[in-house]
C-alpha cells in the first residue's frame, strides 16, 4: 500500500522567511511519481510539479525548490522569501507506475497549512 | 479556455436526498476523478474513470455512483446510502504526464 506522510500540520512564518515542508512517502513500487498541489483559500488544487523515481535532481522554479531523496523517502518543498500570497494547504501526493496501471490513482497526504504573516 | 468545470459551487441537501454534482472538462483528457475532503484532511478518491463507459471505485465509493457516458462529463450522485455526505467534492482529469488538474469544487452540505 502507498502512503504519504506530512508531520507538520500548520507552520506560520513572517513573510520574507524561508520555509519548508516536509513530505514522507512509501511505496513498493520502482517507478512512480510524486506531485505537490497549492490549495488556496478558494478550495482549488493548484498542481506545481511533478517528479518520476528516477529522477532524483533538485528543481528550482523561481522562489519554490523541490529537494527528492531516494533514500530517506522524502520530497520536501521549500518556498525562499515567502509571501502572503503562499498562505494556502500545500498538498504532497504519489503515484504509481503508469506502465503497470498503477498511475491511475493519487495518495494524498494530509497537507500543511501554511501561514505567511506580515 | 480549457478547463475543468464543476457546478454547483454550492449544494445543500435534505436528509434522504440524492444530488448529481456535475463535472466537465474541455482538455480531451481520457481518465478522470471525483475525491471527497473533509476539513483538516486529504483528498480520498471515490471513483475514477479512464475512458468513456468505464469506471472503478476508489476507496470510499460506498454510498455514491457515477456515470460516463461522454469524454468530456463525469457526474457524481451522492445517495441516500452515504451517511455523511457533507464536504468539499473535487473533481479531476489526468494529463499527458500523469498530473491531476482539479477543478473549482463543489461544497455539499446537508440540512
Redesign the interface.
Known sequence: AQKVTQAQTEISVVEKEDVTLDCVYETRDTTYYLFWYKQPPSGELVFLIRRNSFDEQNEISGRYSWNFQKSTSSFNFTITASQVVDSAVYFCALSGDILTGGGNKLTFGTGTQLKVEL | DGGITQSPKYLFRKEGQNVTLSCEQNLNHD?M?WYRQDP??????IY?S?IVNDFQK?DIAEGYSVSREKKESFPLTVTSAQKNPTA?Y?C?S?GQ?????????T?LTVL
Open positions: 481518465a476523478y483538516g484532511q486529504g483528498l480520498r478518491l475514477y479512464q476508489g468539499f473535487l479531476a489526468t504526464y500523469n498530473e491531476q488538474f482539479f477543478g473549482p469544487g461544497r
